[in-house]
């Protein structure tokens, strides 16, 4: 049984706390699930992503942004997330290629058909069986970023900085990428109480486990 499932949102959108809460969950029913972040998730990735939220980088140009983002996530796909499905494990990760169309593409207003070619090409055409947005106003998301930030919870990276209308940007694109794909996107509105926003989550994803088992069961009969 394998299963890749996504989690995105808006900084401060509580993907963290509900990522870790799926584990508990899965891994209390047995699965084998294994849990990583973008950018980074791999020694290579780690040290991109330094390059990628040092606030010092004002000079960064969107292009080598995107193939930033995009080198991390060839590593972690390839090093990291193919050999777990290949074992038939589950992979949640935290933020994956939709952050790309929603921060460079609908953010940072660059060619789509561009970034789905860099995209197919550094996933090799990974797509997720589920991906999870956790909805929150912008201005909800900074402010709770900001508070991480003085608790010394959080850090306070380059995307952050940038102006409300490109964190605005940013949402309405999350949103319609979800309205476009209902089948593969589950939204949340990331202000219900933690709980309840497990609940929902995991009743998705068991109801994606039991089709996509049905799927992989019916392949595996015609190979046989
Ligand atoms: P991170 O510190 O991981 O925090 P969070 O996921 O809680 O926001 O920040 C990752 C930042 O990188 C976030 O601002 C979104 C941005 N990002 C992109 O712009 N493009 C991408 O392809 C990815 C993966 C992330």
Redesign the pocket.
């Known amino acids: 049984m394998s299963l890749f499932v996504t989690f995105e949102g808006p900084?401060g959108s509580g993907?963290s706390t509900q990522i870790n809460l799926v584990v508990e969950h899965l891994s209390r029913l047995g699965y084998r699930v294994l849990c990583t972040?973008?950018?980074g998730g791999t020694a290579i990735g780690n040290q991109i992503r330094q390059v990628?939220?040092d606030v010092s980088n004002t000079e960064m140009s969107a292009r080598a942004e995107i193939l930033l983002?995009s080198a991390s996530r060839a590593q972690l796909v390839e090093q990291v997330i193919l050999p777990h499905l290949a074992q038939g494990g589950i992979v949640l990760c935290?933020?994956y290629a939709d952050?790309?169309y929603a921060?460079?593409g609908y953010g940072r207003q660059l060619d789509f058909e561009t970034l789905r070619m860099i995209t197919h090409f550094a996933t090799q055409g990974l797509t997720p069986n589920l991906t999870v947005y956790l909805d929150l106003p912008v201005e909800e998301g900074l402010r709770r970023k900001s508070a991480a930030n003085v608790t010394g919870e959080g850090?306070w990276?380059r995307?952050?900085r940038l102006e409300l209308a490109f964190h605005q940007r940013v949402r309405a694109g999350y949103l319609e990428m979800a309205q476009k794909e209902p089948g593969r996107w589950l939204i949340v509105d990331a202000s219900a109480p933690v709980d309840q926003i497990n609940q929902i989550i995991c009743q998705r994803l068991e109801q994606v486990l039991a089709v996509t088992s049905k799927q992989q069961s019916v392949a595996s009969t015609k190979i046989l």
């Open positions: 900084d993907k972040r973008e950018p990628l939220h983002y935290d933020r952050s790309t921060y460079q850090e990276n995307m952050d």
